[in-house]
């Protein structure tokens, strides 16, 4: 049988231990990492079902858990050596194309007449334009419905540039409006799987007032605190270690890069430059989100983590645009991704981060 030799996050501490002094100390800086082995006895009744599954009984009876911890952020991911190897398979693409065709003529496809405008009107785009969220979770809440109803459409980077272009459109007349919401954060549910209780493309904008939406100021403050106590960016210091690590890479001017805490499957975390706004990511979110459908992934969730939109008092000149893309899983698949361990305790993950920086690189 022929041994697969690429990296894997089962050598994480051999991987980290062996980096140049730089990056090594980096790395010892924000991350712990722990691997332990995991053993059972399965009775010789499971034999041929653990072989079936797994490959050989061997395989399950001694299991390598590594567990990475970010030490600034105080989030983490257990990794299964033996998750990470499972096949997956997407098993929901025909009933996610038929439900894509059945819900054309829905609310979105007439935005004018279907949908709420907010009270400074709507914002119109080359290839979108937004409404009125009608059950909103914040006082400024709205839509970027796409032109185009089917969510799975190919769209290149000059699409999303647009679009996030639009719905920053859509933030700064609602700051004019309010000058106190300044605080802008974009979200992309792809399908019900990632949360998306319409079918029809579209992304989610909020502004919101007195601070950033709590982890978005968690992130601000604790970068802030390592800058403070080492000396070093924070976020040059998460890109410097991916990097040594085989795990990022550069498109169009940005780190991009497959998380070693993702907070679920196959996690891609985009790193702009502070000054910058977040259209500059348009040409990496494309080659990820091309990425992703190449592996089948058709439901995945998108989140923008921005400065705010005009000056607070706080420090935000090292905080970089950047966005975070996760692989919700197959639409068909009736177990939720995520419960009571990720809710409460850590994210568990089976795509390992090597595999998936394998296919930003494909």
């Not at 799975?152 to 919401?181: C, F, G, H, Q, Y």
């Amino acid at each position: 049988m022929k041994t697969d030799t690429r990296p894997s996050i089962a050598e994480l501490e051999e991987r980290i231990a062996a980096l140049p002094p730089d990056e090594r100390a980096a790395a010892e800086r924000i991350f712990a990492v722990s691997t332990t082995a995991s053993h059972l006895v399965p009775p010789p009744e499971m034999h041929d079902w653990i072989t079936k599954q797994f490959g050989s009984v061997d395989s399950v009876t001694t299991q390598q858990i590594v567990r990475v911890t970010n030490r600034v952020l105080l989030d983490g991911a257990l990794f299964n050596d033996l998750r990470a190897r499972r096949p997956i398979e997407v098993k929901g693409a025909d009933e996610v194309r038929e439900t894509i065709e059945r819900s054309r003529g829905d609310p979105f496809c007439h935005p004018d007449t279907g949908t709420p405008a907010d009270t400074f009107g709507r914002i119109r785009g080359d290839h979108g334009i937004t409404a009125s969220n009608i059950a909103k979770y914040d006082a400024y809440h709205g839509v970027l419905i796409f032109d185009e109803h089917d969510p799975l459409a190919p769209m290149d980077a000059k699409v999303i540039r647009d679009r996030l272009l639009t719905a920053r459109r859509w933030a700064l007349a609602a700051n004019e409006e309010d000058p106190s919401a300044k605080y802008y954060f974009l979200i992309w549910n792809c399908l019900w799987r990632a949360g998306g209780s319409i079918v029809h493309g579209h992304m989610q904008m909020t502004v919101t007032r007195g601070m950033h939406y709590p982890r978005v100021e968690m992130l601000r403050r604790r970068s802030l605190s390592y800058d403070e106590q080492q000396g070093r960016d924070y976020f040059d210091d998460l890109w410097l270690v991916h990097e040594a690590l085989g795990l990022g890479l550069w498109h169009e001017g940005s780190r991009v890069f497959a998380s070693l805490t993702p907070i679920k499957e196959s996690e891609v975390i985009i790193l702009g430059r502070p000054g910058e706004d977040e259209s500059a990511l348009a040409g990496a979110i494309a080659h990820v989100i091309g990425k992703y459908r190449e592996q089948g992934v058709c439901a995945y969730n998108l989140a923008l983590l921005l400065p705010p939109l005009s000056a607070d008092g706080n420090d935000w000149r090292r905080f970089p645009p950047h966005a975070r893309l996760v692989d919700r899983g197959d639409p068909a698949n009736k177990t939720s991704d995520i419960g009571g361990m990720e809710l409460y305790a850590a994210s568990v993950v089976a795509a390992d981060p090597f595999r998936v920086a394998d296919l930003l690189r494909g």
